[in-house]
Nanobody, 127 residues
């Protein structure tokens, strides 16, 4: 089992910056990959970015690449999402997720592959 806890959400002005954190505990040697998903009000949850725990290869939802940066610190069992120049459309609940499956390409978008989830952290971007 892997437990995930997000933090760092809050209110941010458009054009500012915010960093989300996710700490993993439990069987932290098992995840193959971790990712960030988000759910805007009234919309389905969507993939934001992902990172392979070993090697650090990253993958982004196309339209977010360049504004968001995912990273991890294996020694601390932490994953981060740096949000630069957020827009009101980035408002939502951001979830940390982990999977033991060896995924790639379009599989990053499939939330059913991610077995472990955090409780989410609210991000609100004001205009």
């Amino acid at each position: 089992q892997v437990q995930l806890v997000e933090s760092g959400g809050g209110l941010v002005q458009a054009g500012g910056s915010l960093r989300l954190s996710c700490i993993a505990s439990g069987r932290t040697s098992s995840p193959y990959a971790m990712g960030w998903f988000r759910q805007a009000p009234g919309k389905e949850r969507e993939f934001v970015a992902g990172i392979r725990w070993s090697g650090g290869t990253t993958y982004y939802a196309g339209r977010l690449k360049g504004r968001f940066t995912i990273s991890r610190d294996n020694a601390k069992n932490m994953m981060y999402l740096q949000m630069n120049s957020p827009e009101p459309g980035d408002t939502g609940v951001y979830y940390c997720a982990a999977t033991e499956a060896r995924i790639g390409g379009s599989q990053w978008y499939d939330e059913s592959i991610f077995r472990y989830w955090g409780q989410g952290t609210q991000v609100t971007v004001s205009s």
